[in-house]
């Protein structure tokens, strides 16, 4: 979705002519966009608070550092290094539990929630992370 005066967006369409992009029945994603606009606001606290939620539960895990306190927005960002692993192999495992994940700088993973992440993912997100580095710290444990 593209936003802006009509000079703008008659320029952007020949752009967008010009790289290949002349898709018909465009209505469909339009409408995708629309419902974001007019819908999505009136349950974003929905989404801050299970981030909240998300952001405490990681806070008690070992080798997770994070503040509750600095996640403003839907997004959650936690460092990963108190684990001996980078955040790329954290968040494979925990994407091999079902629980998308990425990321984002060597120890740093991000997990984001929206309107399909009800209270329920959120405690299935903090399980998934517990289970990794739970495993982690028992093998670690086992080998010392």
């Given amino acids: 979705m593209l936003l802006g005066s009509r ?6 369409r020949i752009g967008r002519k010009l790289l290949g992009g002349g898709m ?3 209505g469909v994603i339009a409408a995708a966009g629309l419902i974001a606009l007019e819908e999505s606001p009136k349950r974003l ?8 939620h998300l ?3 990681l806070a008690g ?4 550092s994070i503040d ?3 996640v403003a927005t839907n997004i959650v960002i936690f460092d990963v290094q108190g ?6 192999e954290i968040s494979d495992e925990i994407g091999r539990l079902n629980v ?16 399909d992440v009800d209270r329920a993912g959120v405690e299935k997100a903090i399980r998934a992370v517990a289970k990794v580095v739970g495993e982690r710290s028992r093998t670690s444990a086992k080998t010392s």
Avoid: W, Y
């Fill in 100 to 115: 998308l994940c990425s990321a984002t700088d060597k120890f740093a993973v991000r997990m984001v929630t929206h309107c």
């Fill in 45 to 52: 606290h929905e989404d801050q608070v299970n981030a909240q």
């Fill in 61 to 64: 895990l070992q080798g997770i």
């Fill in 24 to 26: 018909r029945q465009a």
């Fill in 68 to 70: 509750p306190r600095n």
């Fill in 83 to 88: 684990t001996g692993r980078t955040a790329a």
């Fill in 7 to 12: 000079e703008f967006i008659a320029k952007a």
């Fill in 55 to 57: 952001a405490r539960g």
